[in-house]
T-cell receptor, first 114, second 109 residues
């Protein structure tokens, strides 16, 4: 079974621009979560989508948004990029996001904002 | 949202058993305890999960005392390839997980 894939793997953007990151979950997984990882803040939860609906949301500004399609693929968008948005963005999928579900992480997209 | 406290770093020699303890004083009744491993430039990888007492799989053991306010990940006979950051998480399954800063384990030859 193929793992979680994320595209692109690397991205360089300029302050003020917007960016869209893509995540394809493991086949059959309906829950997709996004995380931001930086050296200073560690891994922080952004949001989780299940069956095309945002089910949980972390403490990030409205510039960070996402969506999930009917095939469970998910996209994350960051508008009006700031230097502090430079990070590794990780996507994780699980069968249903339930109590005992294990999350499977993708390799991440490294975003650099200049 | 339960938070966790782990040592920032640990060193161990190859072949030794490593125990990493995590404190989670505010764990809720329905929370599970999960440990992940992360190598540089990769996403975290699930190691083990438990609710109470002891859980063992092919790579690690997880010890959880009765009060569940802490847990210990035990890695038997570590090798150089076990050098990574280890995260302890508590939460209700796959969503709303707080990763914390993790423990950077360095295995020394």
């Amino acid at each position: 079974k193929a793992g979680v894939t994320q595209t692109p793997r690397y991205l360089i953007k300029t302050r003020g621009q917007q960016v869209t990151l893509s995540c394809s979950p493991i086949s059959g997984h309906r829950s997709v979560s996004w995380y931001q990882q930086t050296p200073g803040q560690g891994l922080q939860f952004l949001f989780e989508y299940f069956s095309e609906t945002q089910r949980n949301k972390g403490n990030f500004p409205g510039r960070f948004s996402g969506r999930q399609f009917s095939n469970s693929r998910s996209e994350m968008n960051v508008s009006t990029l700031e230097l502090g948005d430079s990070a590794l963005y990780l996507c994780a999928s699980s069968p249903g996001g339930g109590y005992k579900d294990e999350q499977y992480f993708g390799p991440g997209t490294r975003l650099t904002v200049t | 949202l339960a938070k966790t406290t782990q040592p920032i770093s640990m060193d161990s020699y190859e072949g030794q058993e490593v125990n990493i303890t995590c404190s989670h004083n505010n764990i809720a009744t329905n929370d599970y305890i999960t440990w992940y491993q992360q190598f540089p430039s990769q996403g975290p990888r699930f190691i083990i999960q438990g609710y109470k007492t002891k859980v063992t799989n092919e790579v690690a053991s997880l010890f959880i005392p009765a009060d569940r306010k802490s847990s210990t990940l035990s890695l038997p006979r570590v090798s150089l390839s076990d050098t990574a950051v280890y995260y302890c998480l508590v939460g209700k399954g796959a969503n709303n997980l707080f990763f914390g800063t993790g423990t950077r384990l360095t295995v020394i030859p």
